[in-house]
């Protein structure tokens, strides 16, 4: 088993900037890819960004240019750099882990955080 603990998120104003933490921990050897989900109330939770452990990252359009995804693997954690963030951005940020993708189906993937809300306000 994995287990995720994230941290950050909160308020933020439009232009602004926040950042998510995600620590894993337990079975992390098996890990190969972790990133973020977001989902905005009504709407279905999408990929946000990923990086595998060769350091291949994915961006949602959406994101490209403002968000920066990073990895620690000395520390198990991933980062996600949120700049010049949107009121659209607003949403419940999930870390997500999967032993081969999280490119994939939402209820494919193994191992979910408890979630972090962000608030972006102008």
């Known amino acids: 088993q994995v287990q995720l603990v994230e941290s950050g998120g909160g308020l933020a104003q439009a232009g602004g900037s926040l950042r998510l933490s995600c620590v894993a921990s337990?079975?992390?050897?098996?890990?190969?890819?972790m990133g973020w989900f977001r989902q905005a109330p009504g709407k279905q939770r999408d990929l946000v960004a990923s990086?595998?452990?060769?350091?291949?990252?994915y961006y949602a359009d959406s994101v490209k240019g403002r968000f920066t995804i990073s990895r620690d693997n000395a520390k198990n954690t991933v980062y996600l750099q949120m700049n010049s963030l949107k009121r659209e951005d607003t949403a419940v940020y999930y870390c997500?882990?999967?032993?081969?993708?999280?490119?994939?189906?939402?209820?494919?993937?193994?191992?979910w955080g408890q979630g972090s809300q962000v608030t972006v306000f102008s």
């Open positions: 990086i595998t452990s060769g350091n291949s990252t």
């Open positions: 337990g079975r992390i050897f098996s890990i190969d890819e």
């Open positions: 997500a882990a999967d032993r081969t993708t999280l490119r994939t189906r939402v209820a494919w993937v193994e191992y």
